[in-house]
């Protein structure tokens, strides 16, 4: 032992310092928290194993032991309980109108999963012919979704191969449909066009209900003229616009002559009228004067007779006049009353 003021000195020599804390054992973590540990990353390893999760955008296929128990779509479809009659395959699946997570039997059940959006298909170009003999390369643009997911999974299998069916089917009918148009109908005439789309569309799915999807659109994606064919289709498509430009002038020289006619028609009633109309006035005017003339000669007989004998001189007799007339005729009462009868009257006298 040593007293305060000794040093205490280690087993190397060296002096103890006095700030040094002596060490402490190392405490044992307990065994269940390691365990605990243990099931926890065991759980989120094999999490998958008993659970699984379906996205609004997607749709699943349940399968235990590789054989269809469930089918998860959406919420609004009501056709894929219906689609399961259509298949033997199918009458006892089970058809799930929700999505989110599920719960599953381990290592036994697998899942299938795809998307439940449109999908959109476009053609390889083809070459069609119409009924008048003009060429195109045509592409078809169609847009289907999957309506049930095991359905699709038995009879398709994948996006693809679904494509390649339209490919197959559909599309043969669009360009078999096409090749039975005039070249103006299936280039400007809408609505026999998008008309026979529309039918086939619906021929289609009604033939494919029982597959597992549904074409929602059918559009004619592009169509082009073959190089070879530019001058043909140039002059026919020209002919054709000169053909309804002289329609159209046609229709408007008749419409001009139509509006010319009209007018001097209205013209001529106008005028007709106004004719009938200054007449009538002429004649009351004139009748008018014939009653003032009429009022004012009877008051003095003998004047008006004076009167109208002067205006009788005045139309029969000018300068360049010359009559041979009897002496006692009744024309001559003013000349040769009191006057020496003569045989010739010059009116320059």
Do not use: C
């Not at 679904?162 to 809408?190: G, H, P, V």
């Not at 998008?194 to 289609?204: C, G, I, S």
């Not at 009633?269 to 009538?280: D, P, Q, V």
Request: charged share 25%; glycine share 4%.
């Amino acid at each position: 032992m040593s007293d305060n003021n000794t040093p205490n000195f280690g087993q190397n020599g060296a002096p103890f310092k006095d700030n040094v804390k002596p060490i402490r054992p190392v405490q044992k973590v307990p065994v269940i928290r390691i365990i605990f540990g243990l099931l926890v990353v065991l759980l989120v390893i094999f999490a998958n194993s008993f659970i699984y999760i379906v996205e609004e955008d997607e749709l699943a296929v349940v399968k235990v032991f590789n054989e269809t128990k469930k089918v998860v779509v959406d919420v609004e479809n009501e056709s894929a309980l219906a689609a399961n009659d259509l298949d033997p395959q199918f009458k006892n699946v089970e058809v799930i109108n929700k999505k989110g997570l599920f719960f599953k039997t381990p290592f036994v059940t697998t899942i299938d999963k795809y998307s439940s959006k449109l999908l959109t298909y476009i053609s390889n170009t083809g070459q069609v012919t119409t009924r008048d003999k003009v060429k195109f390369e045509v592409q078809l643009y169609a847009q289907w979704e999957i309506t049930h997911p095991g359905l699709f999974e038995n009879n398709y299998g994948t996006i693809l191969q679904t494509n390649s069916r339209i490919d197959e089917t559909l599309y043969a009918d669009i360009i078999s449909l096409i090749n039975n148009l005039e070249s103006d109908e299936f280039l400007t005439d809408k609505e026999v066009l998008y008309n026979a789309l529309e039918e086939k569309r619906a021929v289609y799915n009604e033939k494919n209900k029982g597959t597992g999807i549904y074409i929602h659109d059918l559009e004619i994606y592009r169509v082009a003229v073959p190089a070879s064919n530019y001058d043909s289709v140039y002059n026919k498509m020209n002919a054709e616009r000169n053909a309804v430009a002289a329609g159209f002038r046609a229709d408007g020289q008749k419409i001009y002559a139509e509006t010319i006619s009209s007018v001097d028609l209205e013209a001529a009633t106008i005028e007709a009228a106004a004719i009938e109309e200054s007449a009538r006035i002429k004649g009351e005017a004139d009748a008018e004067a014939v009653q003032i003339y009429a009022d004012a000669f009877s008051k003095d007989p003998e004047f008006y007779e004076f009167w109208r004998m002067l205006e009788a001189y005045d139309k029969a007799l000018d300068a360049d006049t010359t009559i041979y007339i009897d002496k006692n005729n009744p024309f001559l009462e003013y000349f040769s009353n009191g006057i020496t009868p003569i045989e010739t009257i010059d009116t320059n006298n």
